[in-house]
Every structure is written in C-alpha cells, then in structure tokens.
C-alpha cells in the first residue's frame, strides 16, 4: 500500500502532512508541486512528491 500525505497546513519553509500510516511529516517547499494547497493529497513516487488527483 502507498503512502499518502495530505497537507494541513504551511509553516515557515515546509508543509506540515499527516500521512496515512499516521505519522506527522514536514515536507520541504521545495520538494512538492509548486500550485499545493492546503488539503491536497500528495504521493511519493520516483523521488518526488506528486498531487494525488
């Protein structure tokens, strides 16, 4: 099963997720899509983070 991480909300430079094997992680900005909102579904595949549509 994959990981998904949805963004609740934006710190300083990173986004602050909570996964779905209930984990708290900060995403880097850098690191996930440019357009993310807070909400959005990412996935981890191919050493990127991608929006889950």
């Known amino acids: 099963m994959d990981i998904l991480y949805r963004i609740e909300r934006f710190e300083e430079d990173y986004a602050v997720c909570n996964a ?8 880097p900005f850098e690191d996930i899509p440019v357009d ?7 996935k981890y595949v191919d050493g990127t983070y991608r929006k889950v549509e």
Do not use: K, M
């Open 36 to 42: 993310s909102v807070a909400g959005d579904q990412l």
């Open 20 to 27: 779905t094997d209930d984990r708290t992680v900060n995403i």
